[in-house]
């Protein structure tokens, strides 16, 4: 299983090799638009400081779901996932590959953002910055989960991006940025919940706060279980093609 499993990964990053604006856009859009939103409120002290930590959990969230979500997709009407399952590949050993491909891209990604947020626009962080690495990290995770189980719902790549007011605008609203969880009516903090980004902008304001131990490990710890349960959900819903 392993060795299927990884073979499979291999595939999937050789075929984003050769997709050079792909490659582009995942690494180095999440950058682009922390910098833009940096570079709204220069003049506005402790504004950046403020949402900026919360900011680095969205824009891999959303970019990693939509190149996912449409990659799938397109492997499939292609008709490559139903050569792939002529073979010995089980459903299971095709999501994990998939997530696993998708999932290295999505650390180097969370990583280039984390860098490009503290050293260039100097996003201030009283926490470990390893931390900080690491949320960022298991939130494009999550996206690319979401993205690899929301495929399968869709038909055509504007479907795949019609998920976004359905999966991912929700997430945004209710997950703290605009307004404190705590602060929120209570049908929308109970909504806010059961709604896995709500806990990675948790998890990345206790980094930047400074906070340790439960506080940031607890709601970390919610978010992977968000994605593997997606992952698992994935596997169970994948289809051989899109008709």
């Known amino acids: 299983m392993i060795v299927r499993t990884l073979a499979t990964t291999g595939r999937v990053l050789t075929q984003l090799r050769h997709d050079p604006r792909s490659i582009v856009l995942m690494m180095f859009a999440p950058s682009l638009l922390i910098g833009l939103f940096a570079w709204l409120f220069v003049d506005q002290t402790g504004v ?13 969230f959303i970019l990693m779901f939509v190149v996912t979500s449409i990659t799938t997709l397109r492997e499939r009407r292609s008709g490559t996932l139903e050569r792939l399952m002529t073979t010995p590949l089980g459903k299971a050993e095709v999501i994990l590959g998939y997530g696993l491909a998708f999932g290295i891209v999505a650390t180097l990604q969370a990583v280039l953002t984390v860098a490009f947020a503290v050293g260039v626009c100097g996003l201030k962080v009283d926490g470990p910055l390893w931390q900080l690495g690491l949320v960022a990290i298991v939130d494009a995770i999550l996206g690319t989960a979401l993205g690899l189980f929301t495929s399968a ?7 795949a991006v ?7 605008f929700p997430q945004i609203i209710l997950g703290g940025l605009f307004l404190p969880r705590d602060q929120m009516p209570d049908a929308l903090y109970a909504i806010s919940n059961v709604l896995p980004l709500s806990y990675g ?43």
């Open 162 to 168: 019609q998920f976004l007011p359905v999966v991912v």
């Open 153 to 159: 719902f869709a038909r055509t790549e504007f479907q």
């Open 201 to 243: 902008v948790d998890a990345i304001n206790a980094v930047t706060a400074g906070d340790e131990g439960w506080k940031v490990l607890g709601p970390l710890l919610v978010v992977l279980g968000f994605a593997v349960a997606a992952l698992i959900l994935g596997s169970l819903t994948l289809r051989r093609r899109t008709r």
């Open 48 to 60: 950046f400081d403020q949402f900026g930590g919360a900011i680095l959990a969205l824009f891999p």
